[in-house]
């Protein structure tokens, strides 16, 4: 008899229980990898071609079949055009089909008819084609129920035109067109002042407000309830608040500083350098204390209080407690809090938009995509933009991971 | 530092820095209250600060110290060197409630920031815990003040006609005398521009988002949290990465798919979209929870003779109900809430969300007061949830904000 080992094949409960978990997993990952995986590896594929909002619509012929009294002769008459201005269709022709009662009293060359089934080619055309195709007939019968017939049957047209998604033409020119001088440095310092102290700015706040609210008194729930309201509520309601808040000609807070003296004119907070990127930065902290202040607060309070009790033993001053005690205990919340809210407020791009529209000076890079895509209208430029994001991105994740995995908790 | 820790010194800086914090906030509440011209004084402030300080430094008997106070405060009232100052309009009801208010706030409070200072060198405890008690009182002033202002704002504006905003933007009373024509911004909106519509829509796209969020991610979260299969660790953090892309970047090929299938401008596109932006937070937030769940009794279940689905079924999921909400809940926000998407996808104003319809609100064509009401009805449910339910609301905002 040999000794018994341990198996050292994966037996089958081991296999039936890895199997079960690809089964559980399958349909999230499906999804996920057809909305997020596809999208982003489009985007590299985007970044690459020279393509304009326009090109989105396919190029295809436009067709429109009628059959009326010209000169005394009744003729159908197709018009052919192609949709594009700009780019050619390859093969265009259509087919027909020729109600009985119906018949070609001649044909030009480019038609044929097989049986009832009437065939135009045209071949290859330029943009901006445009022609009509007057073809004489006999009528056998009532022509108002001809020409409904007719009219009725929807000729199919055919040819491709190039799709420029799918094509083998590519360019650089998407790149070298976001990198170009001095708008690029704009667009990035924007996102770093943005995101630093935006990100900075919400962690201080956050830790005050924790303060404030670390210890117990009547109202404690309802002030932690008033506090997170930022947070909560919907973007779009609090970004419009802020902009009528501070609207220059009939802003409340415009009315409020005249009227205490602080300024003589109306400010124009969110239309002029460098005010508005300040104030998209404030509206930034604003809104995102309420996160850091919770888990700040969820921290400190699991804080033991024996330590605080064995300062004061010691004669420790409130400050150094503080300093010497709290502190040390909350960095790692801290740095934890502090990672992932910079990677959030690098991506952020509705408050932006909202506040600003990305005008005077606040057009981060994320702003730079929707701008470069929809209102330059050069989808091209704006996948390039999401590139350098994504770039930026993976770069940070990596940081990340190598400090969040010493992290316990997220 | 050791002159500021002068009894006299601490005592009369807290009192001038708080004298001015009440006269500005008294100013700027009864101010947004009443419309009328409120402002601070400055030399008023600085003598009453100081004088309030030394006061509450030196006289103990806080009937005394709140009663003289005030008196003084009003008597200033008829000096040029007054706290507040008025416009030329202001009733004298007005500026007595407004000098009193100032009195009371500036004081009483004083008095309790000063408990532990006395005359003379103090030593750094009693300075420190004077300083912090002035800060905690300014604090609560500023936090409450940031908070509630724009939400104030919103709320009264909506209640506000064109002619009235444009006539003092400061005018946030009610005039109770109008009746139903309060409202009106508000039955315009339902009724002219079909935010029940709207209303409905966001509503159910929410609801559906939710529940196929968790159809996906409750499969999803306990195989990463319970099973053991190869890749497992590399799975979990590539949730975290996915849910790191910005949406700006994945939106762009999805506009230009959905356009080209068809998908843009319909709701089910809508609804297609959503939960695959929630299902990695709703798997994050899921996956922690089952795991702090307790493995032995999933082990009873399956000694018992239950399967897999079944433990699943009967024994994780009731346990785990108040996670489910909480992540029900986070997920509803956040469809509730969410703009980009809705603005690129959605055109044809029969099929907006509520959000995309507040969004048109905001044009030179349609007045102020309708936007604001749009932003209160686009607000009020998910307050009202979040104020119902805050404690599971707490918890999904915790355990789920590494989103934001």
Not at chain 1, 296 to 325: C, H, N, V
Not at chain 1, 331 to 338: A, N, R, T
Not at chain 2, 20 to 34: E, G
Not at chain 2, 86 to 100: A, K, M, N, S, T
């Amino acid at each position: 008899m040999t000794a018994p080992t341990p198996p050292t094949t994966r037996g089958a409960l081991e296999r039936r229980e890895a199997r079960l978990a690809w089964g559980l997993l399958l349909p999230t990952i499906a999804i996920v990898s057809l909305v997020i995986i596809l999208p982003l590896l489009s985007i590299f594929w985007i970044s690459f071609k020279p393509v304009g909002l326009a090109d989105l619509r396919p190029v295809a012929p436009v067709l429109r079949e009628s059959l009326r009294q010209r000169g005394g002769v009744d003729v159908i008459e197709y018009r052919v055009r192609n949709s594009s201005q700009q780019k050619a269709i390859t093969g265009l022709g259509f087919s027909d089909e020729i109600p009985d009662g119906v018949t070609f009293t001649e044909l030009p060359e480019i038609c044929s008819l097989d049986g009832s089934n009437l065939t135009c080619i045209y071949g290859d055309v330029e943009g901006g084609f445009n022609e009509r195709l007057r073809l004489p007939v006999t009528l056998d019968g009532d022509p108002d129920a001809l020409e409904e017939i007719v009219e009725g049957s929807e000729p199919r047209g055919f040819g491709s035109g190039d799709n420029i998604l799918t094509n083998s033409e590519f360019t650089l020119k998407n790149f070298t067109r976001i990198f170009d001088g001095a708008e690029f440095w704009a667009v990035l310092w924007a996102t770093i002042f943005y995101t630093v102290v935006g990100t900075v700015g919400a962690l201080v706040v956050g830790l005050f407000a924790a303060m404030l609210l670390n210890k117990e008194f009547k109202g404690k729930g309802v002030l932690r309830g008033l506090y997170l309201f930022p947070y909560v509520s919907p973007i779009i309601a609090v970004a419009f608040t802020w902009v009528a808040l501070m609207d220059p000609f009939s802003g409340s807070l415009n009315a409020l500083l005249i009227q205490m003296g602080v300024t003589d004119s109306p400010i124009n907070f969110f239309g002029q350098r460098p005010l508005a990127l300040i104030m998209v930065t404030v509206f930034e902290i604003w809104r995102y204390f309420p996160l850091s202040f919770l888990f700040i607060l969820a921290r400190m309070q699991s804080i033991d209080t024996d330590m605080y009790e064995a300062a004061d033993m010691d004669g420790a001053s409130p400050f150094q407690k503080f300093w010497y005690l709290s502190l040390p205990m909350l960095l790692g919340i801290l740095s934890v809090l502090f990672l992932l809210r910079f990677i959030w407020t690098f991506n952020k791009f509705d408050d932006i938009f909202l506040l600003t529209g990305g005008n005077a000076g606040t057009r981060t890079l994320t702003v730079n995509v929707y701008e470069q895509a929809f209102a330059i209208s050069n989808i091209g430029a704006g996948a390039a933009v999401a590139v350098v994001i994504f770039a930026t991105l993976l770069l940070f994740s990596v940081f990340f991971f190598k400090y969040i995995s010493q992290e316990e908790g997220l | 530092m050791s002159l500021l820790r002068q009894g006299v010194f601490t005592a009369g800086l807290i009192g001038l820095f708080w004298a001015f914090v009440i006269a500005i906030t008294v100013a700027v509440t009864l101010s947004f209250a009443s419309g009328l011209g409120f402002r601070p004084g400055s030399f008023g402030c600085l003598f009453l600060g100081i004088g309030g300080g030394l006061a509450a430094l030196f006289v103990r008997d806080r009937k005394l110290l709140i009663g003289g106070f005030a008196l003084l405060s009003v008597a200033f009232l008829f000096t040029p060197l007054s706290a507040l100052q008025f416009g030329e309009d202001v009733p004298f009801l007005w500026q007595l409630i407004g000098v009193l208010a100032f009195a009371v706030f500036t004081i009483w409070p004083l008095e309790r920031m000063l408990v532990e200072a006395h005359p003379g060198a103090m030593n750094r405890h009693a300075f420190e815990d004077a300083v912090i008690r002035f800060l905690t009182g300014f604090g609560y002033i500023v936090f409450t003040a940031i908070v509630l202002i724009p939400f104030y704002v919103m709320v009264m504006t909506s209640f506000k006609s064109q002619q009235a905003l444009l006539k003092n933007p400061l005018d946030f009373s009610i005039d109770l005398s109008r009746g139903m024509d309060l409202f009106r911004s508000y039955i315009e909106l339902f009724g002219q521009f079909g935010f029940g519509g709207y209303l409905w829509t966001s509503f159910y796209v929410s609801v559906l988002t939710v529940l196929i969020t968790l159809a996906f991610s409750v499969p999803g979260a306990y195989a990463v949290a319970r099973l053991r299969f190869k890749g497992r660790a590399a799975f979990s953090r590539s949730i975290l990465l996915i849910y790191m892309v910005p949406m700006i970047v994945l939106a762009l090929p999805i506009y230009i798919a959905f356009s080209m299938t068809g998908l843009r401008n319909t709701v089910p596109g809508l609804i297609l979209i959503y939960p695959v932006t929630t299902i990695p937070v709703a798997l994050y937030m899921l996956q922690g929870y089952f795991r702090g769940l307790p493995v032995e009794v999933e082990e009873a279940g399956l000694m018992d003779g239950l399967s897999r689905l079944q433990v699943i079924l009967k024994i994780t999921l009731p346990l785990s109900l108040p996670a489910m909400v909480s992540v029900s809940l986070y997920v509803f926000m956040i469809a509730w809430n969410e703009f980009l998407l809705a603005f690129m996808l959605l055109d044809d104003p029969s099929k907006f969300t509520l959000t995309r319809g507040v969004a048109m609100l905001n044009s030179s064509e349609i007045p102020r007061q309708h936007l604001m009401a749009g932003a209160v009805i686009a607000t009020l449910p998910i307050m009202a949830l979040f104020l119902g339910l805050e404690r599971f609301m707490t918890k999904g905002l915790t355990a789920g904000s590494v989103k934001g």
